[in-house]
């Protein structure tokens, strides 16, 4: 068996990192894409490599030799790379087709050893290796019968994004046979090139076979394995993020801050979401008004004011909406004068948004990182502090005070002047008969010093609309924060939500009963494990300390490596040193189960 590598395009969507190299010289965390996959195939004991170079093909070939590669190495060169597409560069190595069964391969893709196996481990003499469509891909797509048979190529005018969940995409890896490419490829390959040029691709050939009663080549779907196409510089981010060093590939994921829907297979819990709400039809009334709201203004800050004011019962001069509370603490905190007192571990966006000498820090003692109001108060009493931050329940201790005490602490901060700061993100969690939250009007008009943040994206699992919303009696306050934010800092998505998400307040309280139910049934699971130390939470996370044999970093990097699963290491926050603590999301019980058998496998227990 050969393998045979296309590199002749020019790589040009990679813009300034191909001007003077092909795009197979590109690197990936310090390794260029064509070291990587002549080392793969140099481990299969080939009869040889054929490379069909062009644009910078001298540099390509001499940067080859200097390669310990083992496999005798041949080139092919494609001198009208410029005005010819890859369909070309394999009529050129046409006749090497038809001396030995083939690997091809395309030079711009990244896979791990397991993808390359999978081919050759599958019998069948000519195989196309296909991925489950995704979002981040782009090419060719193909469906399959149930026996794996390729049925269409599909270009894509005959794309239809209703029907992705039949479709898959080929990942530009195939095995031909000898006598595939004898008896069908490469006279088709001849035919074709000369009745419709050579500016095309080499799957147009395998389309035309597919519509034979034999065309005698299968689909080979992958399921875990992981493989990327690099065309630009966000392909090129992405990729270094999946095939990382083991040690690197945490850092790499966490500095993501999401986006990880671009990492289909990956098990996130380290971001908060309610993970039973939005339901359904508030999802579909969404999408039936998707059209509309990508091609109209939104709103301005005034009427987002008045819409969420409405769901929780107070005046539109009472609330400023931000894009996330993250929007909303930056403002706020950038704002403020004086010294701010702090409850450590926190949330970072906080602490963050200070500089250090401002800050008054509580250390919440001993290891459950409990704490409570009276303990605040008295030791704030004498501090010279002019707001105080309460995040309740606490990320990421869990940590949660009641809802009399924080009207306590409400009271105590309105006779001393000091501003008192409630982040509420997660509240509705609480599992409490009343409702712990301060969203009301006779609470925010009786403390017109108490400033409530709440997230909208948490509580109700739509991050990706990006609302926060805070609450005061102190209009001024709420007026100076308006002009601060730009005109249309609601996007016209945020703001449909906000108009139609109180006819589904129902829906949201049965969602946060189911979760209710499902954090117990989690905490009950966690607690079983006799590596761990479940803290009592009144949020939709969880925090864990960990013991035995593994750190915190350890157990993380594991998950993220050998399983695809994410979770928050804590031990690089304020208040964790030397400790290893982990904070795990609570997500549907299907997807607990998986963390929790996969900690297990680690602890062997």
Known sequence: MQAMILAAGMGKRLKELTSNATKCMVEVNGVTLIERMLSQLDKKNLERIVVVVGYEGKKLMDYIETLDAHTPIVYVNNEIYYKTNNIYSLFLARNYLTEDDTILLESDLIFEDAVLQRLLDNPYPSLALVAKFESWMDGTVVTLDEENNIKNFLGKKDFEFQEIPKYYKTVNIYKFSKDFSTSHYVPFLEAYSKALGNNEYYEQVLKVITLLDKPEIKAEPLGQEAWYEIDDVQDLNIAESIFAEKEEKLDKFSKRWGGYWRYPQLLDFCYLVNPFYPNQKLIDEMKANFERLLCEYPSGMEVN????????GLHKEQVCVGNGAAELIKELMESGQGKTGMIYPTFEEYPNRKEQDEIVPFFASGPAFRYTAEELMSFYEEKDIESLVLINPDNPSGNYIEKQDVLKMADWAQKKGIQFIVDESFVDFADTN????????????????????????KSFGVPGLRLGILASGDEELITFLKKRMSIWNINSFGEFYMQIFEKYK?????ALEKFKEVRREYVKALSACPFLEVLPSQANYVMCRLIGNKTSRELAEVLLNKYNILIKDLSKK?????????????KRPEENQKLIDAMRAEFGV
């Open 305 to 312: 004011s008045l819409l969420a004011a409405k769901y929780y």
């Open 574 to 586: 304020k208040g964790f040193e030397g400790e290893s603590y982990i904070r795990l999301a609570v």
């Open 434 to 457: 009343e409702p712990a939250s301060l969203l009301d009007e006779e609470i925010i008009k009786n403390y017109p010093e108490m400033v409530v943040v709440k997230s909208i994206s």
């Open 506 to 510: 129902a829906n949201y309280e049965d």
